[in-house]
């Protein structure tokens, strides 16, 4: 599997902006997947995740209101939609493929078997 995130970019405190993963491969939809990211300095943080249908998402505390994640199978891509954006959002966000079923929320970064190449979110105040 291989996993391109694209989308990001320099946006203002308060807008917008949605980033999308592109997988290859044919069982795209059998797979959960997630969105993490770094900022500068700090360990990579879980964001957002969602099972292999779309009818379960999950969120960090600190996106939550604020950020949705959605997928089309049909198109083998998953999105995060950011909207309020803070300066504390910049950072390179990866998006990850899980192959594997867990019963939780998938907030951890060894639940993932795939990893995008990450794309740079700068929010400017």
């Known amino acids: 599997v291989q996993l391109q995130a694209f989308g990001g970019g320099l946006v203002q405190a308060g807008g917008s902006l949605r980033l999308s993963c592109a997988a290859s491969?044919?069982?795209?939809?059998?797979?959960?997947m997630g969105w993490f990211r770094q900022a500068p300095g700090k360990e990579r943080e879980f964001v957002a995740a969602?099972?292999?249908?779309?009818?379960?998402?999950y969120y960090a505390d600190s996106v939550k209101g604020r950020f949705t994640i959605s997928r089309d199978n049909a198109k083998n891509t998953v999105y995060l939609q950011m909207n309020s954006v803070k300066p504390e959002d910049t950072a390179v966000y990866y998006c990850?493929?899980?192959?594997?079923?867990?019963?939780?929320?998938?907030?951890?970064?060894?639940?993932?078997?795939?990893w995008g190449q990450g794309t740079l979110v700068t929010v400017s105040s």
């Open positions: 990850a493929a899980a192959t594997t079923y867990y019963s939780g929320s998938y907030h951890y970064e060894d639940e993932y078997d795939y």
């Open positions: 969602i099972s292999w249908s779309g009818g379960s998402t």
């Open positions: 491969g044919r069982t795209f939809s059998s797979y959960a």
